[in-house]
């Protein structure tokens, strides 16, 4: 059986099938199919509109396309709601659960949890990055070296 990746997405959005999106962002997750990364980018808008931060942050970890400075930073902009979880929390984990946070997430993450407390912060920014969960670079290091105490770690990023 042969199926025409162009014209596949279309077909189930235009097809009568209950949880049409769903199943094409599915799709999105595994394939390169032409006309999904529409639908996942409504889903993903969808999702932030009705702050569902979970969610979302699984939207954006499932796709590449996301991974952007621009995701992360709708996450940040609606920093802590009383009694609520952090958003920009849900995306990190997400992430994490999947692969290693880019270069920009990877700074983002140590400012976030050092600024937060310094001394639990670097703590677990040594775990992530015995963990490979974080990406090291010269700012993440700078940033480091800065911000913590921790003189050794900073050298290790």
């Known amino acids: 059986m042969n199926i025409d990746k162009n014209s596949f997405v279309d077909y189930v ?3 009568n099938i209950p949880n049409s999106q769903d199943i ?3 799709l ?3 394939t390169s199919l032409a ?12 999702l932030i509109a009705q702050q569902m931060w979970a969610e979302a942050a699984e939207v954006a970890a499932n796709s590449p ?13 609606n920093g802590n709601v009383q ?14 659960s999947k692969v290693s946070l880019n270069d920009y997430e990877s700074v983002c993450l140590a400012k976030l949890i050092i600024q937060q407390d310094r001394e639990k912060g670097t703590t677990l920014l040594n775990n992530y990055l015995n963990e490979n969960k974080i990406t090291c670079t010269d700012e993440l290091g700078e940033f480091v070296s800065q911000n913590s105490n921790n003189q050794q770690l900073a050298q290790q990023i």
Do not use: H, W
């Open 28 to 30: 999105a997750e595994k």
């Open 83 to 96: 009694g609520q979880r952090n958003p920009v929390l849900y995306y990190f984990k997400a992430i994490m």
């Open 13 to 15: 959005n235009s097809a």
């Open 65 to 77: 396309d996301l991974r952007t400075k621009e995701t992360l930073n709708q996450f940040i902009s």
């Open 24 to 26: 094409i962002a599915r």
């Open 35 to 46: 006309g999904c990364k529409d639908v996942v980018m409504n889903k993903f808008n969808s």
